[in-house]
């Protein structure tokens, strides 16, 4: 069953007030032949065009009838370089036996009006997405599409598939063989969760499925989607911290910390471990609920850093909760006025109470 979706009206709105940038790119490298940047579209000689727009979804026309229409709009259209920065973004792929043969991408601000012409372009593309709106096998397919901005347009429109459709998604998620496109998917499942809920656990036990897989990406979207289920995931948390990749160790100790677990001490000493102090945030943060008290020795080499303001605060905060100290944090703060001495004091005593324990 095809989905049907239409663009919503403010945001067709928006687009046809547009000060509207239409450039015609070139394919990539896997188009067709003689697609060079800066080339009109090729009238009558597509058969395919797929429309994606970021924010709304994408379509794959196959009647020539329509993409000759869509065609003659864009050949009435006055082309300027796309805006900076805009509101809204899309792109049309014109299509021949499978090969790109020209991209137009169009970038927009909301501004006064246009042109009658710019209006029915959109319009056009309003009743074109209403038609021949992908349903969610079409807009797996088009994760393989060769344009990121098409790629990009199905990953957002598979976030808000309808509850029947959310099969397809996880059996793809399972299935495809490339990493970020199974990746996206479940990102897609975390939000396809929270809209439609998950009572049969399909989804959740998709997610875990895939934080256990070896591709680091994959891992990382599906912990981050795993959030979704609060502490009834964090098992999958817990466990991805034993994973040798740092920045696997890392999302998971991000989840963890905003889920507000108490993390044993011994699985974040790994990532605390690392020389590269940029791993060190989430891992402290992690700790931040933490009654361990193996935490205490961890986070007192935190401390002892000279150079690290923002570590050594949060480090300091867990420490005297941890220890019962009250050694002030104003020489810790970022962008404080480093003391050597009040450094070494604070140390001490906290070493002091460290072995008094």
């Known amino acids: 069953m095809n989905r049907r979706p239409t663009i919503h009206r403010t945001a067709i709105l928006a687009i046809a007030l547009a000060g509207v940038g239409l450039a015609c790119a070139a394919a990539s490298a896997r188009g067709g032949e003689g697609a060079r940047r800066g080339d009109a ?32 709009l864009i050949d009435r259209l006055e082309l300027n370089p796309p805006n900076i920065g805009a ?73 808000s598939v309808p509850r029947d459709e959310v099969g397809a998604v996880i059996a793809a998620a399972a299935t495809l063989p490339r990493a970020e496109v199974r990746a996206s998917l479940c990102t897609a499942l975390g939000d396809l969760a929270k809209a439609h809920g998950d009572r049969d656990g399909s989804i959740v036990e998709a997610l875990r499925r895939a934080a256990r897989e070896d591709d680091s990406e994959v891992k990382d979207s599906a912990l981050k989607a795993l959030l979704v289920f609060g502490r009834d995931a964090e098992d999958a948390h817990l466990h991805a911290l034993s994973n040798p990749d740092p920045e696997v160790q890392e999302t998971a100790a991000y989840c963890l910390s905003t889920l507000g677990t108490k993390v044993p001490a011994k699985l974040v000493a790994p990532l605390l471990g690392q020389k590269d102090r940029n791993y060190h945030f989430h891992a402290i943060e992690a700790l931040k609920t933490t009654d361990d008290p193996e935490a205490a020795p961890l986070l007192l080499e935190v401390v002892k850093d000279g150079d690290d303001y923002h570590h050594r605060h949060s480090a300091g905060q867990i420490l005297n909760r941890l220890l019962g100290t009250s050694v002030d944090l104003a020489p810790f703060r970022t962008g404080g006025t480093y003391d050597r001495t009040r450094h070494a004091a604070a140390i001490a005593t906290w070493t002091k109470a460290l072995q008094n324990r």
Not at 52 to 57: E, K, Q
Not at 94 to 105: C, H, L, M, N, P
């Open 87 to 159: 509101d809204f973004a899309g792109l049309l792929q014109f299509r021949r036996d499978g090969e790109v043969i020209a991209t137009t991408s169009f970038v927009g601000r909301i501004a006064l009006p246009r042109s009658d012409r710019h209006r029915a372009f959109f319009a056009e593309l309003d009743r074109l997405l209403a038609k021949h709106g992908a349903d969610a096998a079409g807009l797996i397919d088009q994760l393989e599409n060769e344009d990121d901005q098409i790629r990009y347009a199905a990953s957002n429109a598979l976030r």
């Open 41 to 72: 579209v090729p009238a009558g000689k597509a058969d395919q065009l797929v429309i994606a727009l970021h924010a709304t979804g994408v379509a794959v026309i196959d009647e020539a009838a329509s993409i000759r229409r869509v065609e003659k």
